[in-house]
Structures are given as C-alpha cells and as structure tokens.
C-alpha cells in the first residue's frame, strides 16, 4: 500500500475534541494524488481523465491533535473502467478509519467512461491489496 503522512491541524478537530469527521475525505484525496499521477502524471486539469463516482468512510475509533496520522492506500478492485481504492487511517498504531472510493475513467469529450489503458491497469494491478 502506499503510504501519506499528515500533521493533525488544530482547525480539523471538533468541540468534542477530536478530529472531525469531514476531514477525513480530504486526507483520503490527498493521498489519492500518487494514483491520480498514475493517468494523469502531470496532474492537467485541462486533461483530467477520472470522476469520483462515491466513496464510504467507516469511523472505527477517534483521531486527536497532537500526533500525526499515515494514510495507507491501496487498490481493492479493478474493472474495465472503474477501480476501488481502499485506504485506512492510523494514529499512534491505531487503525481509527478505513473508506472506499470509486473512480471511474472518463471521457470528458465523449461524457462516457473509457477503458483503463492496459499501462495504467499494469500499474494499478501492483497496488491491489487484500486488506480491504
């Protein structure tokens, strides 16, 4: 799985003291970024080729300020167009979350979903994980 490390920021924590849970999908996209310059190396926005189609976050236990967190990403499914990314969230050793997101590729040309090119597949296939 690849790897993300994160300083907890004070603003990201809640009035019951803990991180709050929205800001657990912006960690999970930043550390997405490796997979999106697998399509898109240069990260062109004029030439993005994926849609987020819906992602899952299930809370397992509480995040808090003061220590950093490692996001763990990894492939849990690939299709012909689409793919499942699995990523967790660690503190101090903990597993405190885990999501699936679905990504498609798309053509925004054609407004349809594309096969992911067999170099791109190849790439994604060595990130496939059984955590999931």
């Not at 300083?7 to 990201?12: G, H, T």
């Not at 995040?63 to 763990?72: D, H, L, P, Q």
């Amino acid at each position: 799985m690849l790897s993300e490390h994160f300083n907890v920021r004070f603003y990201e924590t809640d009035a019951l003291q803990h991180v709050s849970n929205t800001v657990l999908v912006g960690w999970f996209e930043a550390a997405r970024e490796p997979l999106f310059k697998i399509f898109n190396p240069q990260l062109s926005l004029t030439n993005w080729p994926l849609i987020l189609a819906s992602y899952k976050v299930d809370f397992i236990a509480q995040i808090f300020y003061g220590s950093e967190v490692e996001v763990k990403t990894g492939i849990s499914r690939l299709g012909n167009s689409s793919f499942e990314v699995y990523q967790q969230v660690w503190q101090n050793d903990k597993l405190c979350a885990e999501g699936h997101t679905t990504m498609v590729h798309f053509d925004y040309q054609t407004q349809k979903s594309a096969a992911i090119p067999a170099t791109i597949r190849q790439q994604l296939q060595a990130l496939i994980t059984t955590n999931s």
